[in-house]
């Protein structure tokens, strides 16, 4: 099942640590149930290993797990883990659900390694299938940013909308997202949305360097 699958990358991702790691954390339910096992193996095997969090979530979580945070400032990490929501063949990824993709990003590029965890319900033939591309943009830039993502020819562009509050999600970093679905995802679509002005990043990850741990695999 899909919990299983996922307890089970978990775990594998709690078995490559070792005494003294600075990990970068990615966030979502996946990511988030691999640190919880992690915590266990710090109690358990008295580890020492600092953590650089991807959202505000996964902070409360490190600290409330008393695992000791660091940042990008102070330290390179060894390297990071995190989850998808869709994953290809040439493992291309669509990220951003959980709306962290800015942090995560910034953390998969600053990692020498990258393990990305997820149940065979992410994997897809075809990018773009089941989710939108989130992008997030300056809010004052939103009229500019939609008309400029007009000429990528989208199947819809949607504003993000809070649940919690009224109107629309606000980043961790002050900004607005964009969902934007795509028919067909070509290999440049990365750079051509964030070359408009006015984006501050998207959920696309075109061939990033990253390893796949799937359940299938393991
Ligand atoms: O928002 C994100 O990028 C998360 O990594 C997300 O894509 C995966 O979340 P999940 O593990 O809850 O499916």
Known sequence: SNREEKEKVAEKIASMVTDNDIIGVGSGSTAYLALLKIAERIRNEQLHIRAIPTSQEIKMACAKLGIPLTSLLE?????????????DFSHNMIKGRGGAMFKEKLLISSSPRTFIIADSSKMVSKLGSRFPVPVEIFPDA?????QALQSLSPV????????????????????????????????????AIKSITGVIESGLFMHYEVLILSSEEL
């Open 156 to 191: 819809e562009i949607k504003l993000r909308m809070a649940q919690g509050k009224d109107g629309p999600v606000i980043t961790e970093n002050g900004n607005l997202i964009l969902d934007v679905r795509f028919d067909n995802i070509p290999d440049n679509l990365e750079n």
């Open 75 to 87: 330290h390179k990490p060894n390297w990071t883990f995190d989850g998808a929501d869709e994953i």
């Open 142 to 146: 939103l009229v500019h940013v939609d």
